[in-house]
């Protein structure tokens, strides 16, 4: 099975899979983020992180390359009354516009292998304004042990050092490492090591 077919097939049923509410990291960074401008959500699966951005006033992109998550992120957005540009696509080969979007969010996008994440935050660090907001959770590999969640792959997990080598440039950055029960629908449920960023272009 493809990592096409596999999302595909974990998103085909009638729950949210991560629930409708927005990450619990995301939402208590609501104090940072500007009174308007334009978001970008990668890999927003199932839309509860860019709908919720939408809900605080931002004119949001929710990219996202599994179309069954889409038709649900769409449906959360009507439901929630909020308008979101849905763009259907990968996040490794996106054509990330440069100096577009004063918020970009990379919430639990933990399926790139190295390679790809670098091509991810590289797109990442270009289509982010001057002084743009970035937003990064993911696990530790600490979660290998709780597996309550993620991927079971040690180099698709975070760390410190490999999120403050590679944003070392940005400024106002802040990381927050946490173990601590999840409860974020059935895929994000239990005791879970997590790691969340935020830091300024």
Same mark, same amino acid.
């Given at each position: 099975?493809?990592?096409?077919?596999?999302?595909?097939?974990?998103?085909?049923v009638?729950?949210y899979?991560?629930?409708?509410?927005?990450?619990?990291?995301?939402?208590s960074c609501?104090a940072h983020?500007?009174?308007?401008?334009?978001?970008?959500?990668?890999a927003?699966?199932?839309g509860?992180?860019?709908?919720? =951005?939408?809900?605080q #006033?931002?004119?949001v992109?929710s +990219?996202? @390359?599994?179309p069954v998550?889409?038709?649900k992120a769409?449906? /959360?957005a009507?439901?929630?009354?909020?308008?979101?540009?849905?763009?259907t696509?990968?996040?490794?080969?996106?054509?990330?516009p440069?100096?577009?979007?004063?918020v970009?969010?990379?919430?639990?996008?933990?399926?790139?292998a190295p390679?790809?994440r670098?091509?991810?935050?590289?797109?990442?660090?270009?289509?982010?304004?001057?002084g743009?907001? =970035?937003?990064?959770? #993911?696990?530790?590999?600490?979660? +290998?042990? @709780?597996?309550?969640?993620?991927?079971?792959s040690?180099?698709? /997990?975070?760390?410190?050092?490999?999120l403050?080598?590679?944003?070392?440039?940005?400024?106002?950055?802040?990381?927050?490492?946490?173990?601590?029960?999840?409860?974020?629908?059935?895929?994000?449920s239990?005791m879970s090591?997590i790691?969340?960023?935020?830091?300024?272009?």
């Amino acid at each position: 099975m493809s990592e096409f077919e596999r999302w595909e097939s974990r998103y085909a049923v009638s729950d949210y899979i991560f629930g409708k509410e927005p990450s619990e990291f995301l939402a208590s960074c609501k104090a940072h983020l500007p009174v308007h401008g334009k978001a970008l959500a990668i890999a927003d699966g199932e839309g509860r992180n860019g709908v919720w =951005l939408a809900k605080q #006033g931002l004119d949001v992109v929710s +990219l996202e @390359f599994s179309p069954v998550a889409q038709a649900k992120a769409i449906k /959360l957005a009507n439901e929630l009354g909020v308008i979101v540009t849905f763009d259907t696509a990968d996040v490794h080969e996106w054509d990330y516009p440069a100096d577009t979007f004063d918020v970009v969010i990379d919430i639990f996008t933990q399926f790139s292998a190295p390679d790809d994440r670098v091509k991810k935050w590289e797109g990442v660090r270009s289509t982010l304004k001057k002084g743009g907001l =970035l937003i990064v959770q #993911g696990y530790t590999p600490k979660q +290998l042990d @709780f597996g309550t969640g993620g991927p079971k792959s040690l180099d698709h /997990l975070y760390t410190r050092d490999l999120l403050q080598s590679y944003f070392s440039d940005f400024n106002n950055l802040v990381i927050i490492e946490e173990e601590r029960v999840l409860r974020e629908g059935s895929a994000h449920s239990g005791m879970s090591a997590i790691i969340g960023m935020t830091a300024t272009k």
